[in-house]
């Protein structure tokens, strides 16, 4: 079973070049969402998603666009890429439900936008 | 900014002292996770508090909900070298899932 994946793990950007990173899980998860994650700032929503169809920003939204065109996949894109987007990028998928489920992390993408 | 507030940002502790991270919320949450991120790993899900002034254990783990499911801590008695990494607490306002900044826990052998 392979989880939640990312790729790709590493990424050098050029100011203005545009990019996506790929999210796919094989738990058949409603919920998928993007964090970002930087030094003494935890690890920050940007986009999430209920189910196919479905997107909602989440604390830092500008900047990425996501899609979800079915529920295995959660593509986050960069149009124009910034030095502040210098960042680790982490996918997660969890079930939807009463209580909600726990989230499963990938193992993340190491951009950097120079 | 950070709606979830978790302290201190970091402690580093002799092994086989506790160690105690806390984390706050000015809203009231529907539950409460605890993730802990090794090194140059990713967050691996510890446990979810649902209801409140709920205590739950592993092992030298304890977790606590706060009555009020405002507030949280997290409390390792005797830590050890493998206790090492962030800890951080997430909790659900609707579908999105909010973390703290988390604890950074060093264990000086």
């Known amino acids: 079973n392979a989880g939640v994946t990312q790729t790709p793990k590493f990424q050098v950007l050029k100011t203005g070049q545009s990019m996506t990173l790929q999210c796919a899980q094989d738990?058949?998860?409603?919920?998928m969402s993007w964090y970002r994650q930087d030094p003494g700032m935890g690890l920050r929503l940007i986009h999430y998603?209920?189910?196919?169809?479905?997107?909602d920003q989440g604390e830092v939204p500008n900047g990425y666009n996501v899609s979800r065109s079915t529920t295995e996949d959660f593509p986050l894109r960069l149009l124009s890429a910034a030095p502040s987007q210098t960042s680790v990028y982490f996918c997660?998928?969890?079930?939807?439900?009463?209580?909600?489920?726990?989230?499963?992390f990938g193992e993340g993408s190491r951009l950097t936008v120079l | 900014g950070q709606q979830v507030m978790q302290i201190p940002q970091y402690q580093h502790v002799q092994e086989g002292e506790d160690f105690t991270t806390y984390c706050n919320s000015s809203t009231t949450l529907s539950n409460i996770q605890w993730y802990k991120q090794r090194p140059g790993g990713h967050p691996v899900f510890l446990i979810q508090l649902v209801k409140s002034g709920e205590v739950k254990k592993q092992k030298r783990l304890t977790f606590q909900f706060g009555e009020a499911k405002k507030n949280s801590s997290l409390h390792i008695t005797a830590t050890q070298t493998t206790d090492v990494g962030t800890y951080f607490c997430a909790g659900h306002r609707g579908n999105k899932l909010v973390f703290g900044a988390g604890t950074i826990l060093r264990v000086k052998s």
């Open positions: 738990m058949n998860h409603e919920y």
């Open positions: 998603s209920v189910g196919a169809g479905i997107t």
């Open positions: 997660a998928s969890s079930y939807l439900g009463r209580t909600r489920g726990e989230l499963f």
